[in-house]
């Protein structure tokens, strides 16, 4: 069983703003951080909207609502979280600032705080050199977008992480409402390693003309029973971020394979960086 009480996230885009809400409606108390005063608004607009639409749905009080939402304190500085007994970053796919990152959580977080991250393919040994003699309590906990919805937590442990950092994660994610799910230190993980592959090969085989995209798209669909084609799912998730993901798992893995597709190259080049530009492979509509 779980003994957080509250936790610290730091960064609150899609996948913080996410995390922040899923332990307010689990009962955990969530400090949303982001140096970002306009990222942190529009955080608070998502876990309204999304605690609004369960009410209307009929799946939470107005009352439970409320309760989540006021378990969320919104702030611009790590330093007015130090109480919390949990830390994770979800910060922007980028080593050096990750590294920063620990470093701050580090110096704030007390002795007995998890720091953990959601990377999605950077090595957890590596991040955890930013911290020292802290690096036993240093984990990859990695969540799926959207967080309140997808069940799965990867947990990644690194060269250093101790068993009890471990266990302590299994049972907050639990705690949670998730099924964690353990996976080696190694480029990607399990989850991109398996998944990044097969959004590249939808754009080679959209780039050579296989099928257009919303065919390929149909045909993963409907053939594989998938929830998203691949290159739906690829906007979804962003497609810098599934270009940045593929260059860790290239430089990494060392394979070929892995590396990105010249279309979906081209596409983050031009800027079309999928949902929240507006428009990627698919036209959403200019933001
Ligand atoms: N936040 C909260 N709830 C959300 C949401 C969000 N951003 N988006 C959708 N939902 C909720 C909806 O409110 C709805 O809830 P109810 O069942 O209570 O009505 C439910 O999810 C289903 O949504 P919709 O009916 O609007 O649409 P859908 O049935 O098409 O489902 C989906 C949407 C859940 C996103 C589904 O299409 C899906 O599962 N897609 C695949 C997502 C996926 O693969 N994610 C992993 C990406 S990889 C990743 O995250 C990791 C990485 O490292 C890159």
Not at 87 to 101: D, G, H, P, S, Y
């Amino acid at each position: 069983m779980s003994t957080v009480k509250s936790i610290a996230v730091i960064g609150a885009g899609t996948m913080g703003s996410g995390i922040s809400l899923t332990a307010a409606t689990s009962g955990i108390s969530a400090f949303q951080i982001d140096v970002s005063q306009a990222q942190l608004d529009k955080a608070k607009a998502y876990h309204a909207k999304t605690l609004g639409r369960s009410v209307e749905k009929q799946k939470m009080t107005q009352v439970d609502a409320d309760a989540a939402l006021a378990r969320i304190t919104y702030l611009t500085d790590m330093a007015g979280a130090k109480a919390a007994d949990w830390a994770v970053e979800a910060a922007t796919e980028n080593i050096e600032l990750k590294k920063k990152i620990f470093q701050a959580m580090n110096a704030t977080f007390g002795p007995n705080a998890v720091l953990a991250t959601n990377t999605s393919s950077i090595s957890i040994t590596d991040i955890a050199t930013a911290v020292g003699a802290s690096a036993s309590r240093v984990i990859g906990m990695h969540f799926f977008n959207p967080v309140p919805i997808m069940k799965l937590v990867e947990v990644i442990k690194g060269l250093a992480t101790s068993e009890e950092t471990t266990q302590r994660t299994i049972d907050l994610a639990k705690a949670m409402g998730k099924t964690p799910v353990p996976a080696n230190d190694r480029a990607g993980f399990v989850s991109n390693r398996v998944l990044m592959p097969l959004i590249n090969e939808a754009f080679h085989a959209w780039m050579e003309g296989v099928a257009k995209p919303e065919d390929i798209d149909q045909i993963m669909l409907l053939g594989c029973n998938f929830p998203m084609g691949p290159l739906r799912l690829a906007d979804f998730i962003g497609l810098d971020v599934c270009h940045d993901i593929m260059m860790v798992l290239y430089r990494e893995l060392g394979n070929p394979k892995f590396f990105p597709c010249p279309l979906l190259r081209q596409l983050v080049q031009a800027g079309r960086l999928g949902d929240k530009s507006g428009r990627g492979v698919f036209d959403y509509g200019k933001k």
